[in-house]
């Protein structure tokens, strides 16, 4: 099982990114995925999720600038940021479960210029 996330760049406050996130190995449509992120010298923390049927949650400080999609004919997750903010600075992951473990994506650094 793989995940594999990029998407990541430098941008302006004020400007958007999509992430991706790419599974291998999995039947990806049963899988409920998640992002997380980790600003610089801070702990990872959840950032939102999408269940296998669909449903999307967010963490509540993200006001909704963030928005989560899956495409499960490609296997990919996607994490649209817009609005960014330079405390949205941070590492970004995806991540899964798969028996009874979590599966972690390599991460992609988004960085936000003032």
């Known amino acids: 099982v793989q995940l594999q996330a990029f998407g990541g760049g430098l941008v302006q406050a004020g400007g958007s990114l999509r992430l991706s996130c790419k599974a291998s190995?999995?039947?990806?449509?049963?899988?409920?995925m998640n992002w997380y992120r980790q600003p610089p010298g801070k702990q990872r923390e959840w950032v939102a999720g999408?269940?296998?049927?669909?449903?999307?949650t967010y963490v509540d400080d993200v006001g909704g600038r963030v928005s989560v999609s899956r495409d499960n004919v490609r296997r990919m997750v996607y994490l649209q940021l817009d609005r960014l903010k330079p405390e949205d600075t941070a590492v970004y992951y995806c991540?899964?479960?798969?028996?009874?473990?979590?599966?972690w994506g390599q991460g992609t650094l988004v960085t936000v210029s003032s």
């Open positions: 999408i269940t296998s049927a669909g449903a999307a």
């Open positions: 991540k899964t479960r798969y028996s009874g473990a979590d599966v």
């Open positions: 190995g999995i039947n990806f449509r049963l899988y409920d």
